[in-house]
């Protein structure tokens, strides 16, 4: 294959590929629809065209036998008035009209020929029109619904892909969200635990210190007096004794 064909072979297979791609089979398919409806208009163009011309034929000899009949009805008059010369001259004209009559009726029997022709390719062109009419829209209602069913697919990829994403983002905040949650706990056993000092929290002063022992020594005479007032008379007694000689 030389340098010329190979370039060629290249640009027509490009050139193939945008037509298809560009072509819209709703559009081609009402495109040839179209044609085939002005092929339909033409057929009964012509079939109007011949019916017209042979009607037109029909009032010809329809007009050349009236006057058939009118030099007939002279020639007989001329005959009772005695003028054979009359008569004579007027039978010769109507023998005249019977060629253009006879001539007539031939041209309307090709005309009636031919309209019956067009009249059944009208007819079965028309069946013809109507059949791809109905496939046309069988075809495009396949066609829109496999289209459809292509962008939805589409549209279901899209969308798988981008939970996909989502899916990494929520992941990496939980894996975030846990990680400050474990630095804050660990921050607040710290602190509890005295190792860091709450530098947030109000700091106390001597005052509060001293009253908060008091109030704790309080708290704890208050609960050994209720657990005294529990026990049995002879044990308080013995409690008793015991705390006097303490107190010696």
């Known amino acids: 294959m030389s340098i010329f064909q190979r370039i060629a072979a290249i ?87 019977d060629q253009q009559i006879t001539d007539l009726q031939g041209q309307h029997e090709g005309l009636q020929a031919e309209e019956q022709k067009l009249t059944m390719a009208s007819q079965r062109l028309q069946a013809k029109v109507d059949a791809f009419r109905t496939r046309k829209e069988t075809i495009k209602a396949t066609y829109n619904a496999a289209e459809a069913q292509s962008k939805i697919g589409e549209a279901f990829s899209g969308i798988s892909e981008e939970l996909g994403d989502v899916g ?14 474990a630095r804050a706990g660990a921050v ?29 020594d309080n708290d704890v005479e208050m609960e050994l007096n209720r657990m005294r007032d529990s026990l049995p008379a002879s044990s308080n007694e013995q409690q008793q004794s015991l705390e006097g000689e303490d107190k010696q």
């Open 11 to 97: 640009f027509g297979a490009k050139a193939n590929k945008a037509l298809d791609k560009a072509e819209d089979p709703n559009e081609t398919l009402d495109y040839s629809y179209q044609k085939q409806l002005e092929l339909l208009q033409k057929v009964r163009r012509g079939v109007a065209d011949v019916a017209t011309s042979r009607k037109r034929l029909e009032l010809q000899m329809t007009q050349l036998e009236q006057q058939q009949t009118k030099l007939s009805g002279q020639a007989q008059k001329a005959m009772e008035m005695d003028r054979e010369d009359l008569a004579r001259e007027a039978l010769t004209r109507k023998s005249g009209l």
């Open 188 to 216: 607040d056993e710290l602190i509890a635990s005295g190792a860091l000092e709450d530098v947030t929290g109000s700091s106390k002063d001597d005052l509060s210190t001293q009253l908060d022992a008091l109030s704790s």
């Open 168 to 181: 990494l983002a929520v992941q990496r905040a939980e894996d975030k969200t846990a990680s400050l949650q």
